[in-house]
């Protein structure tokens, strides 16, 4: 979690100040850009190898508790047969796995890997010389494969080192990392000063090369002071190379580390608690505790907290010890150029060059301009365009602010919680607390887009604090003081920023939980969340701006409101809703579109900003999910029905096309009938689906036609129950049933007819048909490709 580059003085769009660590000139990194890169272990120390299953785990270790999108499968020699598999699992949450590897066996496999979907290639040789590390060189140039090389004290003379620097380049090499150890790989040291010197002539070499080759060098842990004027504003020092985009998460790092040392089935155990660990507290109120502690024992109130501020200052908080790493942050290290005199000390060392340190010499002597090539990849792309988002959104904010006053000012008595004691107080409102765990206030508003809201937060500090959107959409930033001010700006098109101060945060994301979407729901259930108050914390009133939406709003309550869960369904999705806005005897403005998705797994996005354009008067309402619930049919369904506002519901899914006269045969039967459901569906087979898709095909306009092609008509499927492909219903009886919320779609939707039929009687059958889209059969369990 950290603040986007830039400071109070110069958030509003300019160009932040890079400023000089020491002499060698070596720019900080950009703070949106720090590691986010897991590390998954084929084997341990002694090259015994973790279960296939085990790397699994290990992903998903790296990806829910690290929050890392990408990971390197460590595997000296051979590559591991769990490598595909583990690829193909990380697709699974958009992720993305990468191969390290010592190069020291040939290529055999690569290609099959790259075609899975490799992301990039990590060479860790502890010699170039040997014939398979230029056998892995030319595999990754055929097969266009990006090389990260990272060299471990590279001893070669001069000759031979300029000829593998020239190489790297037209190989595909597109970082080169000088390392003098890993902890992952034998220690090496150099034997004579000779060797010593050929490594600091390698660095020098590397410098005048690599960046005019647009090669992204760091020379980690190296003095400055042994390199000449070119090379020296590349050295960093081991701690500092932890800010560098492409190093681990640190504590993916430290668990990979431990586990490089025991034996395998140890690892596995040590796995599994990882992953099941509670990484927060128990989610008990403490209201009624606080209030006889508070109100009716003063001093047992005070030795409490006493004893509970102790227990925190010596154990911490379940979300505190996950969050922090207890060895002390890198952001804290006063200078990331210059290594300390330990580090040098052991740097000259491993060089054998101890005597020939000139700390005045010619290497504290900068160039004018420094050349700095990058390499990212596509999740750092898309963080640095995330970070040029949020600075156009907190500009918007800033001058909405400045130049609207909020159309509301929430007080204490209208907002408050019931996990924490609440204390009016005068301008403001304070929550006591005696436990630690998350604090959820009162629902505040229900809210569309756009809309802005502000709170300062002080007199205490908490450990995070934010808001919530959805139960599946918090959005949280640190405090690191004792006073702040919160804004969350949402956008009309739903793209939100959090600022603290002022200034746009990255929102933390909750270690067990997935990142919140990065695209707000339509219809917002605002609340304030704080976690691990100590103690107390005060909140100002609370400021509410309510835009107005600059698109046409229905002047009458929608009739119908149609939910869909969409997943990898978008091209059938398109479909789907050009069959509801070609309705015939309908007026649209009647009509409510409520899609749940999962923003970035395919393009729906698209496809309802699509309907939007084409169709202003029907009412689109995004509710987006994190990729936690891409498999949470009815959870989402639940969600999602509670942001309708139609009469009547129909739940339809992604796949099916609706004859042209549906909604005035339902404005016919729906006043007499509670609970309607069509005859059966058509079935219709490939070849149509791909004509309906690619727009030869309009089913709107010979319906009775494409009735007749279906490869089958099925009625009274699961034994007559009508089954989730079409139900609708009015909305009350939402007031006592619920979609089950199973992790798989199979038999929730049955059992949730089998609650209508108990509210509502029998349903009423429509005279017709809808028309199924073909999709390569049942994908009960969530589709894994895109349709």
């Excluded at 949450?93 to 992301?119: K, Y």
């Excluded at 034997?191 to 410098?207: M, R, S, W, Y």
């Excluded at 701690?239 to 993916?252: M, T």
């Excluded at 070849?687 to 036609?705: C, F, H, K, S, V």
Aim: aromatic letters at 10%; a negative charge.
């Amino acid at each position: 979690m950290t603040d986007l580059p830039g400071s109070k003085k110069n958030y509003d769009g300019e160009e932040p100040h890079t400023h000089m660590d020491g002499a060698t000139g070596l720019p900080s990194a950009p703070l949106d850009l720090l590691p986010r890169r897991g590390l998954i272990l084929a084997h341990n120390c002694r090259q015994q190898y973790f279960r296939e299953r085990d790397y699994h785990r290990w992903a998903a270790y790296c990806g829910r508790v690290c929050q890392c999108p990408k990971m390197d499968l460590l595997a000296w020699g051979c590559i591991p047969q769990g490598l595909l598999s583990t690829i193909a699992y990380v697709r699974e949450f958009d992720g993305a796995v990468s191969l390290r590897t010592d190069g020291t066996a040939p290529p055999d496999g690569l290609e099959t890997a790259v075609q899975e979907g490799l992301g990039d290639v990590f060479l860790c040789p502890p010699d170039v010389t040997p014939p398979p590390f230029q056998q892995w060189l030319e595999a990754c140039s055929h097969l266009k494969v990006p090389i990260r090389l990272q060299l471990q004290v590279p001893r070669m003379d001069p000759v031979r080192a300029e000829g593998l620097i020239m190489t790297l380049s037209d190989a595909g090499v597109r970082m080169v990392t000088v390392v003098l150890g890993d902890p992952f790989q034998p220690d090496l040291a150099c034997k004579t000063p000779d060797e010593g010197q050929h490594v600091i002539e390698f660095c020098n070499l590397a410098a005048a090369h690599l960046p005019q080759a647009g090669v992204e060098l760091h020379l980690v842990g190296l003095p400055p002071c042994l390199l000449n004027p070119a090379a020296a504003p590349y050295a960093v020092t081991a701690q500092g190379y932890r800010y560098n985009h492409h190093s681990y998460d640190r504590q993916a790092y430290l668990f990979a580390q431990h586990l490089f040392s025991v034996p395998p089935m140890a690892g596995r155990s040590m796995l599994l608690l990882a992953l099941k660990r509670h990484t927060v507290s128990l989610n008990v109120t403490d209201r009624w505790l606080t209030e006889k502690l508070y109100i009716h024992s003063t001093p047992l109130h005070n030795a409490y907290m006493y004893a509970a501020k102790r227990w925190r200052s010596w154990r911490g908080t379940g979300l505190a010890r996950v969050l922090h790493d207890r060895k002390g942050s890198v952001l804290q290290s006063p200078n990331r150029a210059i290594p300390g005199h330990a580090e040098q000390e052991r740097a000259v060392g491993l060089l054998r060059l101890e005597g020939r340190v000139l700390p005045d010499g010619p290497g504290a002597t900068v160039p004018g301009e420094v050349l700095r090539p990058r390499y990212y990849d596509r999740f750092d792309e898309e963080r640095l365009c995330q970070a040029e988002l949020w600075r156009a959104l907190a500009h918007e904010a800033r001058e909405l602010e400045r130049t609207v006053a909020p159309s509301r000012i929430c007080d204490e008595k209208e907002w408050a919680t019931y996990e924490a004691f609440v204390i009016p107080e005068y301008g403001a409102t304070a929550w006591l607390t005696s436990l630690s765990g998350k604090k959820v206030s009162t629902q505040i508003d229900m809210l569309n887009l756009p809309f802005m809201v502000s709170v300062t937060i002080g007199g205490g500090i908490a450990e995070l604090a934010g808001f919530q959107l959805t139960p599946s959409c918090k959005i949280l930033c640190p405090m690191v003081e004792t006073r702040h001010t919160l804004t969350l700006y949402v956008r009309e098109d739903g793209r939100y920023v959090l600022l603290r101060d002022g200034v746009p945060m990255d929102p933390v994301p909750i270690p067990g939980e997935y990142p919140a979407p990065r695209r707000a729901p339509c219809v917002v259930r605002l609340r304030f969340v704080a976690w691990d108050i100590e103690e107390r914390v005060s909140f100002s009133p609370l400021r509410l701006w309510k835009q107005p939406a600059s698109e046409p709003v229905p002047e009458a309550k929608p009739a119908y409101s149609v939910v869909i869960f969409c997943t990898r369904f978008a091209r059938r999705l398109s479909a789907v809703l050009q069959s509801l806005t070609h309705q015939t005897d309908f007026d649209l403005s009647k009509l409510e579109v409520v899609v749940g998705y999962v923003p970035g797994l395919d393009s729906t996005e698209d496809v309802l900003e699509s309907l939007r354009l084409t169709h202003p008067h029907v009412r689109v309402v995004h509710a987006t999910f994190p990729y936690q619930n891409v498999r949470s049919k009815g959870y989402v369904l639940n969600q999602c029905m509670e942001m309708t506002s139609g009469a009547h519901i129909l739940l339809l899914d992604a796949d099916t096309l609706l004859p042209p006269t549906l909604f005035a045969a339902l404005e016919y039967e729906c006043p007499g009938h509670p609970f309607v459901f069509p005859k059966g569906r058509a079935m219709i087979g490939p070849e149509m689906t791909a004509r309906i898709l690619q727009g030869e095909l309009r089913p709107w306009e010979d319906w009775n036609g494409l009735m007749a092609l279906a490869e089958e008509i099925r009625e009274n499927e699961a034994l007559g129950v009508p089954i989730g492909y079409f139900q609708c219903f009015r909305r009350e009886c939402l007031e006592t049933l619920r979609y089950p919320e199973y992790e798989h779609f199979q038999s929730a939707d049955y059992e949730f007819a089998l609650g209508l039929r108990a509210c509502f009687g029998t349903e009423y059958r429509l005279p017709f048909h809808v028309a199924h889209l073909d999709h390569a059969g049942s994908q009960w369990l969530g589709a894994e490709r895109h349709f």
